[in-house]
């Protein structure tokens, strides 16, 4: 049904994601976090594919990102950058307001924490500070920047306001710091539902919150 609860993020990697995937889980939600696993689905043709992919092909083809991933109810990490594949639904206002307009029970959350720790973790996650963020074309951070942490917290701190201001009184949209004590309780409440853990997964060596 198009008004059954889907929860998607619109953070950015290294922010949560994968915790809130693994939250989500869980709490009985089936989530795709970045790229569709084999375990996860019966059908083959999604098999190992990007859920940013899936959603620009969806939002294109028939006007819904979802409609590929009818199965799954959470989506917490949608962009991809690999190689030259550079897709970023959370920034792309067109496909945001599509899923609203097809899913009226959709809920949007975004896992935030303090800008210069996203930076830092992006940094020391493989390539991406070093290379991809810096040679990939990304709204906002068009290539050519992003290699230095003043340029990469101003394009995490315009991401985050952009959010805020697009969903400026809309109760359908949640910003959550991952930090918080209270992140549980209050995603929970945004969804309408009672999350069974929350922890810290795809940590970096420094034992930081992924």
Not at 54 to 80: A, K, R, S
Not at 81 to 91: F, K, T
Not at 96 to 116: C, L
Request: proline share 4%; charged share 25%.
């Amino acid at each position: 049904m198009a008004d059954r609860l889907r929860v998607i993020n619109l953070g950015l990697p290294k922010s949560g994601t994968t915790t809130l995937g693994h939250a989500l889980k869980l709490s009985g939600l089936r989530t795709a976090d970045y790229r569709i696993r084999p375990h996860q689905t019966q059908d083959e043709s999604l098999h190992r594919q990007f859920v940013g992919q899936l959603m620009y092909q969806g939002y294109f083809h028939t006007g819904d990102p979802l409609v590929h991933m009818d199965e799954f109810q959470g989506f917490t990490e949608i962009n991809v950058l690999r190689g030259a594949l550079s897709l970023w639904p959370q920034m792309d206002w067109g496909l945001i307001d599509a899923i609203r307009t097809h899913h009226p029970g959709a809920r949007f959350v975004a896992s935030w924490r303090d800008p210069r720790a996203i930076s830092d973790s992006m940094l020391r996650w493989s390539n991406l500070g070093t290379e991809r963020l810096p040679q990939g074309q990304i709204p906002g951070l068009p290539a050519g920047f992003g290699e230095t942490t003043d340029e990469r917290i101003r394009w995490i701190e315009a991401h985050y306001a952009h959010l805020d201001r697009l969903f400026a009184g809309d109760d359908t949209f949640l910003r959550f710091d991952i930090a918080d004590r209270d992140a549980a309780q209050k995603i929970g409440a945004h969804l309408g539902l009672t999350l069974k853990w929350w922890g810290r997964r795809n940590a970096n060596k420094e034992t930081e919150r992924a």
